[in-house]
């Protein structure tokens, strides 16, 4: 998973991060031949009890399985899973330039809400984050 976030860190458009942090929140990982192939996450977007129930997504595909329905294979797992544990919303901040990220969070019911515009910076540069979202068709509804 290291290596994957790594790769991701390098690309300039997968993360603000610098360095590779532990990953105590990683949830659900693809593997082949006890390869990691991909990995997803969720995190809390707040510790505020209002917002208990929404979560933000990280999902990372090895450079060399891109295009190949790791991130869709794990994103159609980690939906239904999100909604056993009660989340209604989900999120995401992703840089304009990461267009396979835009089109996968699409293909799997992600509505386009908004940009932050020079939200942080990466090496030097301000960075646009568009952000994503999923509402839940069976938790907090009524």
Not at 36 to 61: D, H, M, N, Q
Not at 62 to 84: D, N
Request: proline letters at 3%; hydrophobic letters at 40%; glycine letters at 10%.
């Amino acid at each position: 998973m290291a290596r994957i976030y790594a790769e991701g860190i390098a690309t300039g458009y997968a993360t603000f991060e610098k360095n590779t942090p532990t990953f105590e929140a990683c949830r659900f990982v693809v593997a082949e031949n006890n390869n990691i192939l991909g990995w997803a996450a969720l995190s809390p977007v707040s510790s505020r009890c209002v917002y208990g129930g929404v979560a933000e997504v990280s999902v990372y595909s090895a450079k060399e399985h891109f295009g190949k329905g790791v991130g869709k294979m794990l994103m159609q797992h980690l939906i239904p899973e999100s909604e056993k544990i009660g989340l209604w919303t989900l999120q995401s901040g992703i840089f304009p330039e990461n267009e396979a990220s835009i089109a996968l969070h699409k293909k799997v019911g992600f509505r386009y809400i908004g940009k932050r515009e020079r939200v942080g910076q990466l090496d030097g540069v301000w960075k646009d984050n568009l952000l994503f979202e999923r509402r839940s068709k069976t938790v907090g509804v009524n």
